[in-house]
């Protein structure tokens, strides 16, 4: 399968695509912020087939929705997402993102995210909706440094 795909980032015409994206793939929806700022997908002849998104809570940044659908794994897809994520956090000067995960531990782990205790999660991300409410108290809670400050 002969593909150039690149992360771009999702506008708001693009919502409905990606909410069915994430809700196929078991991943919440109900909270994905209205204007999806901090949001990439990337697409195959016009399809969306993987998106991710960042939600920011300065210094420190929430990976979320991180999906890519069936027939499109193991092509590196989510690997550029991931990596188009963590560039614009460095951007951004974060810190560390953090995200929670259920099914994909091993996963964030060869991509350099290490488990964290929940205690040990600042109070912003504690807060976000993602963390308080929308995933289970099992979910594990991963962390990456991104920029030292």
Not at 65 to 83: D, T
Not at 88 to 101: I, N, W
Not at 104 to 123: I, T
Request: negative net charge; charged residues 20%; proline residues 5%.
């Amino acid at each position: 399968m002969e593909m150039e795909i690149a992360a771009v980032p999702a506008t708001n015409s693009d919502r409905q695509a990606i909410v069915t994206l994430l809700a196929s793939q078991g991943l919440p929806v109900e909270d994905l912020p209205a204007s999806l700022e901090g949001f990439w997908m990337a697409a195959d002849k016009g399809e969306i087939v993987g998106v991710a998104g960042i939600e920011l809570y300065p210094p420190f940044g929430l990976l979320r929705s991180l999906a890519v659908l069936p027939g499109y794994r193991n092509l590196g897809i989510g690997n550029i997402l991931i990596r188009t994520v963590e560039e614009q956090a460095a951007k951004l000067h974060l810190e560390s993102v953090y995200l929670l995960t259920e099914t994909a531990k091993s996963y964030f782990e060869k991509k350099g995210y290490v488990v964290v205790e929940r205690s040990h999660v600042p109070d912003s991300i504690k807060r976000s909706s993602e963390f308080s409410h929308i995933c289970p108290a099992s979910a594990v809670v991963m962390q990456k440094k991104i920029a030292e400050r």
